[in-house]
């Protein structure tokens, strides 16, 4: 990661969150930043980050060259009536840190739906949320083409508005409150052809949510996307859960990296500790997360069914990062 960091820094200098949004788990990148800037290589002055003369020296005796730091930039067409119309009905949840909630920007949304309707995994087809704080369900009836839209989720605030909006643009009141520690209930297993779900940012979050997304789709195999973020995720983690997810049996058929952005609520602070003192509040989003689409398979099987070991409520939620 120092290389990386010095490489781009050779190019130009750099916002801190915007490194930090490229450079994956945010704890090693800003324990890496601090010891790099503690040798006086970088130097750090509102937010901006920039190589000293003894960086650009250690830099040259390294053989390190001026690189651009990765633009993962993906390009769908971006539906601008339907990001319109999203950003009318939407509401701005304040997020709550018990349900590790952080929505997705509006642009994110409407992109993802754009890789479901390139896969055709959108017309005609029963979709399931588990969770849905992003609201995604709302986006997905303003296209008018799934057949079927419902949502599982914890937070009462979601279940009556999303419930409330489906029910105005011609779909069914099918929000319901689900807490996915608790055994999936009978009438939603085996019943859609794809489901969508934004776990919170833990190993066994994610392995729960996506063990919980197989047993909602039938029996003759469906279409699973979870969103995941190397930001709060080590590499091993990150590898653990690729790894529980084929062990499901569930085929992996596309990652697009960096490819939702959240919104931020300048309150990085309350939950990251130990920053260098001249870094800032963000002023643009930055936290990101990978979406993966994944193929279920007549033999794919959660890891986890029924109720959720004791040992997953200790560990299920995001945690502080502490740098």
Do not use: H
């Not at 490489?7 to 010891?35: P, Q």
């Not at 053989?63 to 950003?87: A, G, M």
């Not at 349900?99 to 920007?105: T, Y």
């Not at 130990?274 to 033999?299: C, H, M, V």
Request: hydrophobic share 40%; with cysteine.
């Amino acid at each position: 990661m120092k290389t990386k960091i010095l490489s781009y820094l050779l190019k130009k200098d750099l916002d801190f969150w915007e490194m930090a949004r490229l450079l994956g788990y945010f704890a090693d990148f800003a324990k890496t930043l601090k010891k790099i800037e503690k040798e006086g290589l970088i130097k750090i002055k509102n937010s901006k980050l920039s190589l000293t003369k003894k960086g650009r020296e250690l830099s040259s005796s390294l053989n390190i060259f001026p690189q651009d730091p990765p633009s993962f930039k993906i390009s769908f067409k971006l539906d601008k009536p339907l990001l319109k119309k999203f950003k009318k009905v939407r509401k701005k949840l304040l997020p709550k840190l018990q349900f590790d909630q952080l929505q997705i920007i509006p642009e994110g949304i409407i992109k993802k739906i754009e890789v479901m309707r390139a896969f055709g995994d959108l017309k005609g087809k029963k979709i399931i949320c588990l969770g849905d704080d992003d609201m995604t369900a709302t986006a997905l009836a303003l296209t008018n083409l799934p057949q079927e839209i419902t949502v599982l989720d914890i937070d009462e605030r979601i279940i009556n508005y999303e419930n409330k909006i489906l029910q105005k643009l011609g779909y069914k009141k099918t929000a319901f409150f689900c807490d996915l520690l608790k055994p999936l209930p009978s009438k939603f297993v085996g019943n859609y052809d794809v489901f969508l779900t934004e776990p919170p940012d833990t190993l066994k979050g994610n392995t729960l949510f996506f063990s919980r997304g197989i047993e909602c789709i039938k029996k003759e195999g469906g279409i699973g996307y979870i969103g995941v973020s190397q930001n709060d995720f080590k590499r091993v983690k990150y590898l653990q859960l690729q790894k529980n997810i084929l062990k499901m049996g569930a085929l992996i058929t596309a990652i697009f990296p960096k490819f939702e952005l959240y919104e931020t609520y300048g309150d990085e602070f309350e939950w990251i500790f130990g920053l260098p003192e001249e870094i800032g509040l963000p002023k643009k989003p930055w936290f990101s997360a990978d979406l993966i689409r994944t193929e279920i398979s007549k033999k794919s099987k959660p890891l986890i069914s029924g109720k959720a070991p004791e040992s997953f409520k200790k560990k299920f939620l995001k945690t502080d990062i502490y740098c």
